[in-house]
């Protein structure tokens, strides 16, 4: 039985270019089409339904302890990337205080640098493609090689809720200041020069 679509490959950005299988067996299968799957047709919805109030994105996958930010696909860096840098270091350094000494720390940045392969048509960069300043995938701890890693042990489900939440907060807080420093500057295109 093939496990179906990968829903971080099937976004509308650059997809199944680079780091995506077009064979539905795949792990890395991007679809048939972009958005040929019900739950990336409702994240674009939303996106788009709230995209002149979002001040950040965020998307949780496992595992790693890594928070990712744009471009996956090609490794570039966005016109972003100093927020998108600033505000993911602020964010690891509130997880690492909260994690456990045997945790591993959180690593930030670009997503094909970090992980050393390139990925097209995930929703981080989609959502950054289309007026999100600040997204990002968190890639949450894991334990073990290989597939063991995406199971995280029961007992550490309520730690990496608990420092997950702290890091999300002060992003959001941060996010919060960037977006409304951005929009009470004041909209120099439409000021008459006399």
């Known amino acids: 039985m093939c496990p179906g679509v990968d ?10 270019t680079v780091g995506t299988s077009s064979n539905p067996c795949s792990d890395q299968y991007a679809g048939g089409r972009p958005f040929s799957e019900v739950e990336t047709r409702a994240v674009d919805g939303i996106l788009k339904e709230h995209l002149n109030k979002l001040a950040m994105y965020i998307t949780m996958h496992s595992f790693g302890s890594m928070i990712l930010y744009s471009w996956g696909h090609d490794g570039t860096l966005s016109e972003h990337a100093f927020d ?11 997880i690492v205080k909260s994690s456990l000494s045997h945790f591993p720390r959180y690593i930030v940045g670009n997503s094909a ?43 550490y489900i309520k730690q990496v809720s608990a420092e997950t939440w702290a890091g999300v907060v002060i992003g959001a807080r941060e996010a919060g200041k960037l977006f409304n420093a951005r929009s009470t500057q004041p909209n120099f295109d439409n000021t008459r020069q006399d």
């Open 7 to 16: 829903g971080n490959r099937n976004y509308d950005f650059f997809w199944n």
């Open 84 to 94: 998108l840098h600033t505000v993911g270091v602020k964010m690891a350094d509130v």
């Open 113 to 155: 640098l970090v992980l050393n392969y390139r990925a097209s048509g995930g929703s981080e960069d989609y959502a950054h493609s289309i007026g999100v300043k600040l997204a990002y995938t968190f890639e949450l701890p894991g334990f073990g090689r290989g597939g063991n890693g995406f199971i995280l042990n029961p007992r």
